[in-house]
């Protein structure tokens, strides 16, 4: 059985000066707490009576586990920049300059056109105000002004405007569920 009591005193009778030392090393970047906690679980499993020199190991053992923490968080931030790049550049499966198909763009644009058709049929005002808000980023108080109504009428606007087009995705989601079904189903057009 190992027993370190000579280092646990050692650790304990030099907790504040580790602590300083720890948050110099550390630049700001972590807690010296974290890193005296790991410092103290490891002394546990260590034999005291084969260190010669119990302050130069827990000074030693301190700062590899400060070198550990800053490799940890090198590799990190390294994984979540390769991450963040792949999802704006676009992934080796959908590269940055990749152009959508042909029919994507086809369906891109149908729906767009009926978008606006749906915006055509709401009275001008929502039409309006709708346009202005989500489309051309005007903020709502300027809205307010330039019509002469108040806020909440603009939202009113907007909340008519929004019913509209939600009700046009359902329909779209329809749209494009029903091939699908069809397809899961084994209906084929030609069996109708």
Do not use: C
């Not at 974290?34 to 260590?46: E, F, G, P, V």
């Amino acid at each position: 059985m190992t027993e370190a009591p000579g280092l646990e005193a050692m650790f304990l009778a030099n907790r504040a000066a580790l602590l300083r030392y720890l948050r110099v090393r550390l630049r700001g970047d972590g807690d010296g707490e974290d890193i005296l906690q790991d410092l103290w679980l490891k002394l546990a499993d260590i034999d005291a009576s084969l260190i010669a020199e119990p302050l130069a190991y827990l000074y030693r053992a301190a700062e590899n586990l400060v070198l550990d923490r800053r490799r940890s968080a090198q590799r990190r931030n390294a994984r979540e920049q390769e991450w963040t790049k792949g999802h704006i550049e676009g992934s080796i499966a959908a590269p940055r300059d990749a152009q959508p198909s042909a029919d994507r763009l086809l369906v891109a644009r149908d729906q767009l056109r009926r978008v606006d058709a749906v915006l055509d049929t709401l009275p001008e005002r929502t039409a309006f105000a709708f346009r202005a808000v989500r489309i051309d980023g005007v903020p709502q108080k300027q809205i307010a002004a330039e019509m002469g109504i108040s806020l909440s009428a603009v939202e009113k606007h907007l909340q008519r405007g929004y019913r509209a087009v939600l009700d046009l995705k359902q329909q779209l989601d329809v749209e494009i569920d029903a091939p699908q079904r069809q397809w899961a189903e084994g209906i084929d057009d030609g069996d109708r």
